[in-house]
């Protein structure tokens, strides 16, 4: 379409525009050039003939008939959980105030809820089996044999007598003890997160080294050091589990010598010093939980979600599927050469460093050694500061998604961009976007560093600049894949590309 590649630095930003629905506008020393439309295809301009609209309203464009259509997410096309706004997004139904420590609320959550019920007996809701450990820290005597009449007064007994792949049935209680799961798979399994806590001794409240296919179900996690330390183990289940309050990272997951995997369900992760959750290689995958609330320590200023290569290249991947990222520090999901694919899911409310009120990113995605990657499809990131999700040589699909209320960054009040897509003297950055919406933010909608950028159906809506292109370690491409509308409120603006000398925020 009219904003196509070229190889050449002046074709890259004043291509003539062939039947195009973007106006390009070009900042100059000696003031903008603009090329316009074609007037049959212009986004809010004049239709063609055989009974085409003669003009469209605000989020709408001409489709390649002539035609106005909407732009941005259909509203149909909402995932389950979310609702169609007024600038052609969907927004997540979430409670409308925060939820109480150990309370969930995912997408289509109206209200915040516990994990899972507690029942009235010792050991309510858990699977009974012929070979099952049953642990009560309530019980008194000294006979303890692992059945539900003498049953183990710790954690680690229990385990240890327990055959591979057996039960530990756990009664209410705060165990206080360095738990070790090695060389064989257990499943632990609590009354419920709110009565049955590993608090952790020194090291970590629960530590899975070398046991596959372990499990954790309905229990809380906290204490002194890591809630859950996972290593060269796969196939790992995390269901209905509150982890909270730790003194560093709540969920460590490292590969070293053999391949890592966890599977995180239904749970909660929250008040995390450091980072909520640490990958160094593995496969992680979130469905329906929430990591909120992590906060600095000497080492991490609070993100959400931490990943990168394991030490030996291993890159890390990370899916996360009808899930909420949020009020973390600095950065809800950091990812640095990994992959990432967030579904149906929400990044809102990051906040500021505590140590100079920088920051504040929603996705930050970083080249290290090989570009990082995310797919995004049917997701919001919004509230964030500084931008909602920062491409730096690295590769970004977006699909039926919106990016909304991007703020400045609370120390100097710059920036402000929905999405920022920046080069590298080495690494182009790349962003496909489709059927989307970004609205409101603080500067701009996209801010293009010497990058390329595929936009197609997007609804840009409230932006002081709804695109933004500039040369910072070479030339910048916009390639417009046509019916991208710009608007705001009942307003029907003109979509363009400017060069507005802004500057680049830092990267992590």
Same mark, same amino acid.
């Given at each position: 379409m009219g904003l196509a590649r070229s190889s050449q630095v002046g074709l890259r930003r004043v291509a003539p525009l062939l039947s195009a629905l973007l106006v390009l506008v070009v900042g100059c020393t000696d003031g903008p050039s603009v090329h316009t439309t074609d007037p049959g295809t212009g986004a809010g301009g004049s239709g063609g003939s055989g009974g085409a609209a003669t003009e469209c309203t605000a989020g709408e464009a001409l489709d390649e008939d002539g035609h106005c259509q909407p732009s941005g997410v259909p509203a149909e096309l909402c995932p389950d959980g979310?609702?169609?706004?007024?600038?052609?997004?969907?927004?997540?139904?979430?409670?409308?105030?925060?939820?109480?420590? =150990?309370?969930?609320?995912?997408?289509?959550?109206?209200?915040?809820?516990?994990?899972?019920?507690? =029942?009235?007996?010792?050991?309510?809701?858990?699977?009974?089996?012929?070979?099952?450990?049953?642990?009560?820290?309530?019980?008194?005597?000294?006979?303890?044999?692992?059945?539900?009449?003498?049953?183990?007064?710790?954690?680690?007994?229990?385990?240890d007598a327990a055959e591979a792949d057996a039960i530990v049935a756990i009664a209410a209680g705060s165990y206080s003890e360095d738990v070790m799961i090695h060389d064989k798979s257990v499943r632990l399994w609590g009354r419920c997160p709110e009565l049955v806590e590993l608090t952790g001794d020194l090291l970590w409240a629960v530590d899975i080294q070398d046991a596959s296919g372990s499990e954790l179900h309905q229990l809380a996690l906290t204490g002194p050091a890591t809630g859950l330390f996972l290593e060269d183990s796969v196939d790992v289940l995390i269901d209905r589990v509150w982890i909270h309050d730790t003194a560093d990272g709540a969920v460590v997951l490292i590969q070293t010598n053999a391949p890592c995997s966890l599977r995180i369900q239904d749970s909660l992760v929250e008040g995390a010093a450091s980072v909520g959750v640490v990958m160094m290689g593995g496969e992680l995958t979130v469905t329906h939980s929430v990591v909120r609330g992590s906060f600095p320590d000497l080492f991490l200023p609070g993100r959400g979600i931490d990943m990168q290569p394991s030490l030996s290249g291993d890159v890390a991947t990370l899916q996360l599927v009808g899930s909420v990222v949020a009020d973390n520090h600095?950065?809800?999901?950091?990812?640095?050469?990994?992959?990432?694919?967030?579904?149906?899911?929400?990044?809102?409310?990051?906040?500021?460093?505590?140590?100079?009120?920088?920051? =504040?990113?929603?996705?930050?995605?970083?080249?290290? =050694?090989?570009?990082?990657?995310?797919?995004?499809?049917?997701s919001t990131i919004r509230r964030n500061h500084v931008t909602s999700l920062t491409v730096l040589g690295s590769i970004v699909t977006m699909r039926l998604s919106t990016i909304d209320d991007?703020?400045?960054?609370?120390?100097?009040?710059?920036?402000?961009?929905?999405?920022?897509?920046?080069g590298t003297p080495v690494s182009m950055a790349e962003l496909s976007i489709d059927r989307s919406a970004i609205s409101h933010a603080a500067r701009a909608g996209i801010a293009n560093f010497s990058s390329l950028v595929a936009i197609s159906g997007c609804a840009l809506s409230c932006n002081p600049i709804d695109l933004d292109?500039?040369?910072?370690?070479?030339?910048?491409?916009?390639?417009?894949?046509?019916?991208?509308?710009?608007?705001?409120?009942?307003?029907?603006?003109?979509?363009?590309?400017?060069?507005?000398?802004?500057?680049?925020?830092?990267?992590?």
């Open positions: 979310f609702a169609p706004n007024d600038f052609r997004g969907c927004d997540p139904i979430l409670p409308a105030e925060p939820c109480a420590s =150990g309370e969930i609320a995912v997408p289509g959550d109206t209200e915040c809820r516990p994990l899972a019920p507690c =029942g009235s007996e010792p050991w309510a809701g858990i699977p009974v089996e012929s070979n099952t450990q049953h642990v009560d820290g309530s019980y008194g005597n000294s006979d303890s044999d692992g059945t539900a009449e003498r049953p183990w007064r710790a954690l680690q007994p229990a385990i600095e950065v809800g999901i950091a990812v640095f050469g990994s992959e990432l694919t967030l579904t149906d899911s929400v990044v809102q409310d990051t906040q500021p460093r505590e140590e100079d009120d920088g920051f =504040g990113v929603g996705i930050q995605l970083r080249a290290f =050694g090989l570009p990082a990657v995310a797919t995004i499809e049917g991007t703020r400045s960054q609370q120390s100097d009040a710059l920036f402000g961009d929905g999405m920022v897509v920046a292109g500039e040369t910072l370690d070479g030339p910048f491409t916009f390639d417009n894949g046509g019916m991208n509308a710009c608007f705001c409120s009942d307003d029907v603006l003109l979509c363009k590309v400017l060069t507005s000398n802004l500057q680049a925020p830092e990267g992590l």
